[in-house]
C-alpha cells in the first residue's frame, strides 16, 4: 500500500511538474512575439534613418526625413502591436476566414465573396493620387519589414493568435489598406436591414396605417447649428431604429453568431458625436473640437493612437491599423472628427429571374444574362466549397439569408444591391490622406471630394473657425423611385435605378454659423424633400436634444466643458417619456403592506419619482428605467407583429411617445387584440412596471435600493476569437461597469438580447477633445490598450482611465514624447 502510494504521489508530481514545464512552454511561445520597442533595426525599402518613440501611454511618435518613410514607419508600427487584427481584417474582407476557422466562417466568407470587395480594392488601386500611392505603397513596406523581421529572428509568428490559428501570411499590399476601407463601409451601413425590415413590419402589420407607429419618421426640425438664443424643449421624441432580432447561435443576418461578422443590425450600424465651438464661443478664444466616434467593443479596441511628423507639420489622433492616415485628431493647423451621416447610400432590388432560363433577369430593354464568376472558398478541415457569383445591371445577387432578405423575396425573383461602397474608382483612401495635409476649413473640405464610402459628417476646426461637411457618394435617385429607397424595389423599373451620384457640392455644408456651435450625434441634420434628402432614417434625435442643452446653457465654452458634454450620462429619453408612462401610477393607491407586488411597486415609482434622469453605474434606477421601458414595449407590440415583435430588441422612444401621447390615434396599441376586455394605455404601463419589477425580483432580490446599473451595463470589449475559450477568455476579455445607456451622450448602448440584455456592447472607444488655444493641451484616449498582445501591459492599461472618464495629453512636443519613453526604436535602410 505503501508503495503504491508513493508511485501515487510520484505520478502526481510528475504530472504537476509537465503542466508546469507545458504552461512555461506556452508562456515562452506567446512572449516570443511581444515587441522589444527599445532596438535598432536596419529594414528595406526605407530611405533614411527613422526613430518611433514610445511615450508612457505606448503611443508611437513617428520622425523621418521623408513623408513616406513617416508612412513606412506607421506600419511598422501597426505591425508591432496590431499584426494579428490586421491580418484578420484582411482575410475578412477578402472572404477567406474560413481557410483559418473553418466552417463557421463560411457563411461570412459566402457574404464578402458576392460583394467581391476585394477585388474592387485592387481595381482602385490606381485611382489614388500620387501622394497617397506613395503613402500605400510606403505604408505597406513597413508592415511587411515587421513581417520579415518577424519570420528572421523567429519572433513567435508575431502574435499568440498565430500559433493557435497557424496559416500562411502574405505580404502586405497598397489594396489591403482600400479593402479595410471597404470593411469599414460594410460594419457602418445598416440600409440594407432597414429596408428589409421596413417591408417585413409593413407585412406583418393588420393596418398599414400604423406603421408610422412603430418605424416612425424622426419628428422635429434639423438640428446642426443651433440658435444660441433658444432651448429646445425636453418633449419633442425621435425613433431609435430596432435591432434585428437573432436566432438561437445566429445573429440578426442569419450569420454564425461570431465576433468575426462584419454585419452589423440597423441600430448597431454606428453612432458617434462631434461638436465644434468658434472663438466667439470659447473661453479661451481659440476653437474647441470634441470628436467619440462609437463602434462595437473589441479587445484590443478598432482604434489605434498615433503621431506622425510629416513635413509640413505633425499629425496626432485615432488611426486604424490598415489605414496610413489619422481618422481624428489634428495637425498644427487643424482638427477633425467623424460621425456617421446615415445617408442611403444603398437600394435592394427585387430582379424578376426569367421563368423560361434561370440565367437571366429582366433588365428595361427585356431579359439579359446574369454576369457570373466561379470563386471557390478553402475551409479548413473540410472540402472546398464553390460559389457561383451574379451581378445585374444593379449589383451583386445577395442570398435570401443575408438580412432575412428571403422573407419579403417574391417568388421567382431574387434580391441585388446597389451600394456606393461597391465602387471600382474608391479614392476615400486619398480623401483621408490628403485630409491630414489640409490646413484650414476649406481645404479640409475639398479633400473631401475624393471620399466614396462609408459616408461621414466630416467635423472641422482651424485656428479661425469651425466647418461641417457631410462626405460620401450621394445616389441620384428619380423623383418617381417607388419606395424613395425606404423599402426593396423592382430593379427593372428605370425609375427605381440610380441616375448616377449627386455633384459633391450637394453634399450638406455648414460653415462658420452664426450661433458659433456645430454639433452633430448621428441626427437629423438637413430638411431637405427627396431626392435630396440624405436620409429618411437616422442614428439618434434623442441625445441631440441634450447636447443642445449643454451647449446653450453655456455662453463661452473651454477644453473642460466639452469633455463634460463627451462624458455626460443623462438620459434625455427618460427624462421625457417617464412622466408620460407613469403619469397615471405615481402617488395614486392606498399605501400597500411591506411584501406585496404593489409596495414594490410603488418603492419603484418612488425612486423613479425622484431620479434626474442620470444612468450612473451605481445607481438603481437606470435598471428599473430600462427593465420596465423592454417589457412595456415587448407589450405593446407582440400581438400586432407576433414574430416579427422579436425583431425590436431595442426600446423605440419616438413609437412609446406616440402611443402614450394618442398621437393619430397611436393609442390603439395599447389594447390588446387577444383579449375581450379593452386595455388602456395606464392598464399596460402599470401591467409592464409589474412584470419588470418580478423579473427584476427574481433575479436580484426584492431591496431596489440595492440594485446596481454598472453590475448589469458591463462593457465587453471580448477578444472576437478567443473571447469564448474557457480559462483564456478571462486574460483576452475586458470587462468594465459602466454608467451611460442607448440615449445618453456617453452612449453605452445595450446588446439588447440573451441573458443580460443590458451589456454594454457599442459606444465610444476613441474620445478626443481638441483645444486649438492651446493645442498642446488637447486630449484622447481608446476604450482598452495599444498592443493587441494580451502578456503586454498595454493590452488594457488605457482602458480603466477611459472608464473612469480620463484622457491622456495629446501633445505634439517631441521633448513630452521622449520623456520617460517606454522605448526607442530606430530603423536604419539597409544599404
Not at 236 to 253: D, H, K, V, W, Y
Request: with cysteine; charged share 20%; aromatic share 8%.
Amino acid at each position: 500500500m505503501t508503495l503504491l502510494f508513493r508511485w501515487l504521489l510520484r505520478l502526481a508530481g510528475g504530472l504537476v511538474f509537465l503542466s508546469v514545464v507545458a504552461i512555461a512552454g506556452i508562456y515562452y511561445l506567446a512572449a516570443r512575439s511581444l515587441p522589444e520597442y527599445d532596438k535598432t533595426l536596419t529594414v528595406e525599402g526605407l530611405s533614411a534613418p527613422l526613430e518611433i518613440v514610445r511615450d508612457t501611454a505606448d503611443v508611437p511618435h513617428i520622425f523621418g526625413q521623408s513623408d513616406e518613410d513617416v508612412f513606412f514607419g506607421l506600419g511598422y508600427a501597426h505591425a508591432q502591436d496590431r499584426l494579428w487584427q490586421m491580418m484578420t481584417l484582411r482575410r475578412t474582407v477578402q472572404g477567406r476566414l474560413s481557410e483559418v476557422f473553418g466552417a463557421r466562417t463560411l457563411p461570412v466568407d459566402r457574404i464578402m465573396r458576392r460583394f467581391d470587395l476585394y477585388r474592387l480594392a485592387i481595381e482602385s488601386v490606381p485611382d489614388q493620387d500620387a501622394r497617397t500611392r506613395a503613402a500605400l505603397t510606403a505604408y505597406a513596406a513597413g508592415v511587411n519589414a515587421r513581417l520579415t523581421e518577424i519570420n528572421e529572428d523567429a519572433l513567435g509568428r508575431g502574435a499568440p493568435e498565430m500559433f493557435l490559428f497557424n496559416a500562411p501570411v502574405a505580404p502586405w499590399q497598397p489594396a489591403d489598406s482600400i479593402a479595410i476601407g471597404k470593411l469599414m463601409a460594410v460594419q457602418l451601413s445598416g440600409a440594407l436591414d432597414s429596408e428589409v425590415e421596413r417591408a417585413r413590419v409593413s407585412l406583418a402589420l393588420p393596418d398599414a396605417d400604423m406603421l408610422a407607429d412603430i418605424l416612425p419618421d424622426a419628428p422635429g426640425p434639423a438640428i446642426a447649428a443651433p440658435d444660441y438664443a433658444s432651448l429646445m424643449p425636453e418633449g419633442s421624441l425621435t425613433r431609435f431604429a430596432a435591432l434585428e432580432a437573432p436566432a438561437p447561435g445566429m445573429t440578426a443576418q442569419g450569420l454564425p453568431e461570431t465576433g468575426l461578422s462584419p454585419f452589423p443590425a440597423r441600430d448597431m450600424a454606428g453612432a458617434s458625436n462631434a461638436f465644434a465651438a468658434a472663438p466667439a464661443r470659447s473661453a479661451t478664444g481659440g476653437t474647441l473640437l470634441a470628436n467619440d466616434p462609437h463602434l462595437g467593443f473589441t479587445a484590443p479596441a478598432i482604434w489605434y493612437l498615433a503621431r506622425m511628423e510629416l513635413q509640413q507639420g505633425g499629425v496626432i489622433g485615432a488611426t486604424i491599423p490598415g489605414l496610413p492616415s489619422i481618422l481624428s485628431g489634428r495637425s498644427h493647423f487643424l482638427g477633425w472628427g467623424l460621425t456617421s451621416s446615415y445617408l442611403d447610400d444603398l437600394d435592394v432590388y427585387m430582379e424578376e429571374v426569367n421563368p423560361e432560363n434561370p440565367e437571366e433577369y429582366r433588365t428595361p430593354d427585356g431579359w439579359a444574362p446574369f454576369r457570373t464568376r466561379q470563386s471557390i472558398i478553402n475551409v479548413k478541415d473540410a472540402a472546398p466549397v464553390t460559389l457561383t457569383l451574379r451581378w445585374t445591371e444593379n449589383g451583386p445577387v445577395m442570398p435570401g439569408s443575408h438580412y432575412k432578405l428571403a422573407s419579403v423575396t417574391p417568388s421567382g425573383h431574387v434580391a441585388s444591391v446597389a451600394w456606393t461602397a461597391l465602387s471600382p474608382d474608391d479614392t476615400t483612401v486619398t480623401a483621408g490622406v490628403e485630409l491630414m495635409y489640409a490646413r484650414n476649413v476649406e481645404e479640409a473640405i475639398d479633400a473631401g471630394r475624393y471620399h466614396v464610402a462609408p459616408s461621414q459628417n466630416l467635423t472641422l476646426a482651424d485656428a479661425a473657425g469651425i466647418g461641417f461637411k457631410t462626405i460620401g457618394a450621394m445616389p441620384a435617385r428619380d423623383i418617381r423611385h417607388d419606395s424613395q429607397g425606404r423599402l426593396p424595389s423592382l430593379g427593372w423599373k428605370p425609375e427605381n435605378r440610380w441616375q448616377g451620384l449627386l455633384p459633391y457640392e450637394d453634399n450638406p455644408e455648414f460653415i462658420d454659423p452664426e450661433g458659433g456651435l456645430l454639433g452633430n450625434t448621428n441626427n437629423k441634420f438637413v430638411d431637405r424633400p427627396f431626392p435630396e434628402h440624405v436620409s429618411f432614417d437616422w442614428g439618434d434625435t434623442q441625445r441631440i436634444h441634450r447636447w443642445q442643452r449643454l451647449m446653450q446653457t453655456r455662453q463661452v465654452h473651454t477644453r473642460d466643458s466639452f469633455i463634460e458634454a463627451q462624458l455626460d450620462t443623462v438620459s434625455f429619453t427618460a427624462r421625457s417619456l417617464l412622466p408620460l408612462i407613469g403619469r397615471d401610477l405615481w402617488f395614486t393607491g392606498d399605501a400597500a403592506p411591506e411584501g406585496t407586488p404593489e409596495r414594490l411597486r410603488q418603492d419603484a415609482l418612488t425612486l423613479l419619482a425622484n431620479w434626474n434622469g442620470e444612468m450612473n453605474e451605481h445607481l438603481p434606477e437606470p435598471l428599473l428605467y430600462a427593465t420596465w421601458l423592454r417589457t412595456l414595449q415587448e407589450k405593446l407590440i407582440r400581438d400586432e407583429l407576433g414574430p416579427v415583435a422579436d425583431d425590436f430588441t431595442h426600446v423605440d422612444p419616438v413609437f412609446i411617445e406616440r402611443v402614450f401621447r394618442d398621437i393619430d390615434g397611436a393609442a390603439r396599441w395599447c389594447d390588446v387584440l387577444q383579449s375581450t376586455v379593452t386595455e388602456t394605455c395606464a392598464d399596460v404601463s402599470r401591467q409592464a412596471l409589474d412584470a419588470a419589477l418580478l423579473e427584476i425580483s427574481e433575479r436580484y432580490g426584492n431591496n431596489l435600493e440595492s440594485l446596481r446599473w454598472g453590475d448589469l451595463h458591463q462593457a465587453t470589449h471580448d477578444h472576437p476569437v478567443l473571447g469564448e475559450v474557457p480559462v483564456l477568455r478571462h486574460f483576452v476579455n475586458i470587462r468594465q461597469s459602466t454608467s451611460g445607456g442607448d440615449n445618453t451622450l456617453m452612449r453605452g448602448l445595450t446588446k439588447g438580447t440573451g441573458p443580460n440584455p443590458f451589456l454594454n456592447v457599442h459606444g465610444a472607444g476613441y474620445r478626443g477633445v481638441y483645444d486649438f488655444a492651446d493645442p498642446d493641451s488637447s486630449v484622447f484616449i481608446t476604450a482598452t490598450g495599444q498592443s493587441g498582445h494580451f502578456l503586454s501591459r498595454h493590452y488594457d492599461d488605457l482602458g480603466e482611465r477611459w472608464r473612469r472618464g480620463e484622457y491622456i495629453p495629446m501633445s505634439l512636443d517631441e521633448a513630452l514624447a521622449r520623456a520617460a519613453a517606454v522605448g526607442v526604436t530606430r530603423l536604419r535602410p539597409a544599404r
